[in-house]
């Protein structure tokens, strides 16, 4: 009799157990993943969610190695991937970037469920070539002496990885959830 009485635990555990498999199944069928990318393929998804996004944060490591993020207003990534932006070259990131090249740029677009993040290495640009190239008329009351206050910053991309849930570009590795990524040959 007693054996018995443990068999409705078991069955009830059980019963849980089919319906939490059925349940987490049909979420993943709601996220169809795209089949393998290939790196342009990748590429271009990553340049759709850059330019939906227009905002980016760039993440530098102050003095005492902690990050720091600010909004940041790029350019559009250069055919190899190179992003630019501008800022004062009196600002904190200026001088983090002038301890440690290694940043970020991570751009996000909420209505995709989707991001880009660049890893680095950032360069400051002061060429006065560039700096034309390189300038958008609605920042002329961030810099009104120009010629001294605007500086760019350059990211030369080291890695890039892309996640868009609606277009199915997700982690293909379900325990450390790795994002599909590119790696840029170092220059």
């Known amino acids: 009799m007693k054996s018995h009485q443990g ?14 498999a059925a349940f987490t199944s049909g979420i993943r069928s709601q996220v169809k993943q795209a089949p393998r990318l290939d790196r342009q393929d990748l590429i271009a998804a990553a340049r759709a969610i850059m330019k939906t996004a227009r905002y980016c944060a760039l993440i530098t490591l102050d003095s005492n190695g902690r990050p720091q993020a600010r909004t ?10 190179r992003v630019w932006l501008g800022t004062n070259r009196n600002s904190r990131k200026v001088a983090e970037i002038s301890r440690n090249e290694h940043v ?3 751009y996000f ?13 950032a360069r400051m640009v002061d060429d006065p070539k560039e700096k034309a190239k390189h300038w958008k008329d609605e920042w002329k009351d961030f810099y009104p ?13 080291q890695k890039l990885e892309v996640v868009n849930v609606k277009q199915g570009i997700i982690g293909g590795n379900s325990i450390t959830w790795a994002p599909p990524a590119v790696t840029f040959s170092s220059r």
């Not at 068999?7 to 939490?20: N, Q």
């Not at 677009?109 to 290495?121: D, H, K, L, T």
Request: proline letters at 9%.
């Open 72 to 81: 940041m207003d790029p350019f559009p990534p250069e055919e190899n991937m």
């Open 109 to 121: 677009v909420s209505e995709e469920q989707a991001y880009v993040a660049i890893s680095g290495r």
């Open 145 to 157: 002496d120009r010629g001294n206050d605007y500086v760019l910053i350059t990211v030369i991309p």
């Open 7 to 20: 068999l409705p635990k078991i069955i009830g555990r059980s019963f849980l157990l089919l319906c939490f």
């Open 104 to 106: 970020t740029l991570y």
